[in-house]
Structure formats: structure tokens, C-alpha cells
């Protein structure tokens, strides 16, 4: 079983910046590959950035490439989304999630046997 904590949403400005955090309980966090997800009002939850075991490869939701930036540090058991440039429509609440299995899709939800309580973003025009 593998607990999953977000921190590090809250209220900014159009262009400003956030960093998220998740951390997870398992002792071998190193094994999962790791997921941010994002649900607004009304919407369903989407694909915004992903990174493998060894954190050597990221993926990116069109929407946010070159803006955010995913990373982990495996001596810590967290996972970081770096979230630059903010617009209002990027406010969500955003959801980490975690999954042993490699993939060649981690855009998918349903790949994922892991996910966290959430953190919401707000971004005020």
C-alpha cells in the first residue's frame, strides 16, 4: 500500500508561480513511476505530467509543456511539479498518482494504482 500527500497549492497571480509537492510512504518509492493530475470544476481529471523510476524520462500535457516542470528525489520519496507561468485556466485541483508497471501511455488515468487526496491551485486573473 503506498499513502500519497500533496502540499504546496494555494491562491497566486496570473504569471506567477507555484511548486507542488507529493510524498509517499513507500520504501520503495524508487520502483513507481509518478503522475500529476488535474481536475476543475465540471471537468474531468487530465493528464499533466509524468516521470519514470529513475526520473530520466518526462511527459507532458500539451497544455503545460514548457511551463511546468516534473522531478523527484528518490532519497526523499517525493515528487515535485514545478508550475511556472500560471493562467487562471490551469486552476484545478491537482492529484498525484503512482504505478509499478512500466507503460509506454502515462497519460492514462486508469493506469494508476496509487493517488493522493489532492491540493487545490487557484490562479486569480
Known amino acids: 500500500q503506498v499513502q500519497l500527500l500533496e502540499s504546496g497549492g494555494g491562491l497566486v497571480q496570473a504569471g506567477g508561480s507555484l511548486r507542488l509537492s507529493c510524498a509517499a510512504s513507500a520504501p520503495t518509492f524508487s520502483n513507481y513511476n509518478m503522475g500529476w493530475f488535474r481536475q476543475a470544476p465540471g471537468k474531468e481529471r487530465e493528464f499533466v505530467a509524468a516521470i519514470t523510476r529513475s526520473g530520466g524520462t518526462t511527459y507532458y500535457a500539451d497544455s503545460v509543456k514548457g511551463r511546468f516542470t516534473i522531478s523527484r528525489d528518490n532519497a526523499k520519496n517525493t515528487v515535485y511539479l514545478q508550475m511556472n507561468s500560471l493562467k487562471p485556466e490551469d486552476t484545478a485541483v491537482y492529484y498525484c498518482?503512482?504505478?509499478?508497471?512500466?507503460?509506454?501511455?502515462?497519460?492514462?488515468?486508469?493506469?494508476?494504482?496509487?493517488w493522493g487526496q489532492g491540493t487545490q491551485v487557484t490562479v486569480s486573473s
Open positions: 498518482a503512482a504505478v509499478r508497471a512500466y507503460s509506454t501511455n502515462y497519460g492514462l488515468r486508469e493506469l494508476y494504482d496509487y
